[in-house]
């Protein structure tokens, strides 16, 4: 059964440093998305990703972050100076779109997990 | 007013109970509402979704009132394997992001 895989399954980085997330969605999915969930918290989304350009973002998304999709394959979710209050599960998902209107399902992959020290 | 209210419980109960959730969202323009599980430290898994008319998945039925926006879950013979965190999501926007509850644990005892 196809998957969303991440990697790295777990990251540790100082405070002030730059990460790269990476993912690789459902190969003929259309709508890719990050999410983040810190410890004890809800899920949370960051950002949405089609036909190669942000399509929507919330205001957790702010400067210091920035996605990618370098190929045909990954996509990447990039924290530029990484803050204390960064460290969370970072999800990505896709969704094949082909129901549109933003409805169909999305397929999480297992997750990042970020510490920032 | 939050975006999706739901009892954090824990909700713990013997194997064979049924148990319900309930769930409220503020967005009165939202479409799309599902049920999603997440195991302790895992992804979220789509565990259905939820319809005007109600929609039943083998020991899973789910509801939607849109005039109360209230959405519900009822898990029929609980099993241990039900164990876990029961999340209440709705459609954010035509984009598909999804909006997230806090929640509801569900423990499972033999």
């Known amino acids: 059964e196809p998957e969303v895989t991440q990697t790295p399954s777990h990251q540790v980085t100082q405070m002030g440093q730059e990460v790269i997330l990476r993912c690789v969605p459902i190969?003929?999915?259309?709508?890719f998305y990050w999410y983040r969930q810190i410890l004890g918290q809800k899920v949370e989304f960051l950002v949405s990703f089609y036909n190669n350009e942000i399509s929507e973002k919330s205001e957790i998304f702010d400067d210091q972050f920035s996605v990618e999709r370098p190929d045909g394959s990954n996509f990447t979710l990039k924290i530029r100076s990484t803050k204390l209050e960064d460290s969370a599960m970072y999800f990505c998902?896709?969704?094949?779109?082909?129901?549109?209107?933003?409805?169909?399902?999305?397929?999480f992959g297992p997750g990042t997990r970020l510490t920032v020290l | 007013r939050k975006e999706v209210e739901q009892d954090p419980g824990p909700f713990n109960v013997p194997e064979g109970a049924t148990v319900a959730f309930n769930c409220t969202y503020s967005n009165s323009a939202s479409q799309s509402f599902f049920w999603y599980r997440q195991d302790c430290r895992k992804e979220p898994k789509l565990l259905m979704s939820v319809y005007s008319s109600g929609n039943e998945d083998g020991r899973f039925t789910a509801q939607l009132n849109r005039a109360s926006q209230y959405i519900s879950l009822l898990i029929r013979d609980s099993k241990l394997s039900d164990s876990a965190t029961y999340l209440c999501v709705y459609n954010g926007g035509s984009q598909g992001n999804l909006i997230f509850g806090k929640g509801t644990k569900l423990s499972v005892k033999p």
């Open positions: 998902a896709s969704r094949a779109g082909t129901s549109g209107g933003g409805g169909g399902e999305q397929f």
């Open positions: 190969s003929n999915h259309l709508y």
